[in-house]
């Protein structure tokens, strides 16, 4: 941890002097991000509360975080994107105008970190060589977020020495919203209690974050959904490429031949257990790229390559257990940040469905003495986990390549428990991007309370584009034009969570998808076997690799069938989604949608 500045950048320098001048720190800290610098930080909040260093001979260099109560989650309704008019922003996004909403930040941040330190951490996003590789600053007064900002970015002197005396970078403000009076005691979790007071701002015109009142990952790691996703779209899109809410995984043949993939889900769908998937079929592996996020370009041999702009897993605990993502849990053996999960009394975490037993007793997300007896959940539904993508077993050593890998396939998905076929095929990019379009998942009793919902969350971007979804939609299409067409990724549709009339699953999922995905690599090779129906290309019922399945014959016919009449009612429920976008809707989507309609008599 440095006292004194690390750059002779004019714009840094200036910039975090008036930020200075504005929140009225005791102290600036330029972090450089060494490993005794996060030590110290570490030290620091043990001995703060917000931090319980977990046992070290089980649970080497990694800690338990707790937050407040009000802090768990993003917050939505509380994220606006101030572009210069409410009409970029679309419908999808709350809106605020942009010379208020700096004014009232301005106000809020004013004297916001006095008796705190303010950390300034230089970060990129992407591989420091990338052609599209970001910079950002951050300024927080949250060690916890420096801890967290070293695990998830490349952070640090490095950062500092690209930008270089006249480099660019992005702006990213963050406070806890939690100024001390001279005497008073901090808290073990700082921050803005009042939902209605906590505010994720982006400015995409110029562009910057300002982010207030929340220390949770989400709204306060101001690289990921802030940077990588909300404003990294609206730059991709001027600058010609994609930022996705993807994982990308590399899946390799017996015979050793390379498919990477990149998938989009919706939350609570599955991305990090499919992005470290153990393949069920003999000789087939996977190697994991990234979780969360894809920035997609258009590569040097004209494919579309991709590459995760992160280095670390933002994981949620519950349900990571050895039989669901056995890779996440060494993944986060040690050196990780736990936050919000149980707390065992010989100093090791536990959350819900970890597939090991409870302790008989412990701590809970909130602090307190807890048995399973209690009935209440130990760990918070959105628990985390923060661990080093290179802790992965199976990360790819390609993961950090600055050119990104070529993709054969790019797979939409959701929970959906009727309807959609457990895999389909797009007839071509316009009908690929189509089915992005058209992505969704229906909530189940357990998640909200209420079963059979059906949220549509267009290419699981709802919550992360940065402008009017219309135009994204059109920005996606482009790639046809952008590239020879032969040289796309095949595009398709999955769902895991088809179920049958009485209920159950009918696909046992997690290692099992890998029979899915070899099909769609058959596919990309010209031979795997396939109908043509209304909705795309579906896999004949011998086309799946079910050896070792038992008695699959029945569920795969249910698992693959297309049935009219309630593609029907999806049609309609998509094109009503579609109404939202207005004149913004590309013609070629309207198309898509008669087409379908058409096909279904
Ligand atoms: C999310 C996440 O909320 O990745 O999508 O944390
Ligand atoms: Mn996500």
Redesign the pocket.
Known sequence: MAEKSLTTNKAVLNWVDEMAKLCQPDKVFWCTGSEQENQSLCDLMVRAGTFTKLNEKLRPGSYLARSHPSDVA?VEDRTFICSKTKEEAGPTNHWADPTEMRQKMRALFNDCMKGRTMYVIPFAMGPLNSPICKVGIEITDSPYVVVNMRIMTRMGQTVMDKLGADGHFIPCMHSVGAPLQPGQQDTPWPCEPDPQKKYIIHFPDEPSVWSYGSGY??NALLGK?CLALRLASVMAKREGWMAE?MLILCLASPAGKKYYIAAAFP?ACGKTNLAMMQPTLPGWKVSTLGD?IAWIRVGKGGRLCAMNPETGF?GVAPGTSRKSNPHALTACAKNTIFTNVVLTPDGDIWWEDMGVPAPAKGIDWEGNEWTPASGKKGAHPNSRFTAPAAQCPVIDPDWQSAEGVPLSAILFGGRRPHTIPLVCEAFDWEHGVFMGSACGSETTAAALGQSGVLRRDPFAMLPFCGYHMGDYFAHWLSFAQRTDRAKLPRVYFVNWFRKSADGKFLWPGFGENSRVLKWICERVEGTGKAQRTPIGHVPTPDALDVTGLNGMADDLKQLLAVDAASWKKEVEDVAANHAKFGRRLPKALNEQLDGLRARLG
Do not use: A, L
């Open positions: 993003r990952g989400g959904k809410h939350s969360d933002f």
